[in-house]
């Protein structure tokens, strides 16, 4: 079994920063994408960043230079850093991975999802 733990969303002002935290534990074999996505009250969730394999990286046109994702394989995590942060990021932020477990089998997990506020 693989899973995905979150941390560090919050409540902050418009122009503040915050730092997400994403750490999969269990049956990992390797890792092969990264991402997170969020979806606020009455919308679909959506892609914000994401590693590919190759170590490509997107991110939505909304987040561009003002929050970096960042991949530590060692750690089996990744970190969203949001800077700039605008009232319209407010959401619940959920972290996913593209995981070969050991003995075979490719998956996507989902983290629990955290919550994000940004008052204006």
């Known amino acids: 079994q693989v899973q995905l733990v979150e941390s560090g969303g919050g409540l902050v002002q418009a122009g503040g920063s915050l730092r997400l935290s994403c750490a999969a534990s269990?049956?990992?074999?390797?890792?092969?994408?990264m991402g997170w996505y969020r979806q606020a009250p009455g919308k679909q969730r959506e892609l914000v960043a994401d590693i590919l394999s190759g170590s490509r990286i997107n991110y939505a046109d909304s987040v561009k230079g003002r929050f970096t994702i960042i991949r530590d394989i060692t750690r089996n995590a990744v970190y969203l850093q949001m800077n700039s942060l605008k009232p319209e990021d407010t959401a619940a932020y959920y972290c996913t991975m593209t995981i070969t477990v050991v003995g075979g089998g490719n998956y996507q997990y989902w983290g629990q999802g955290t919550q994000v506020t940004v008052s204006s």
């Open positions: 269990g049956s990992i074999r390797s890792i092969n994408a």
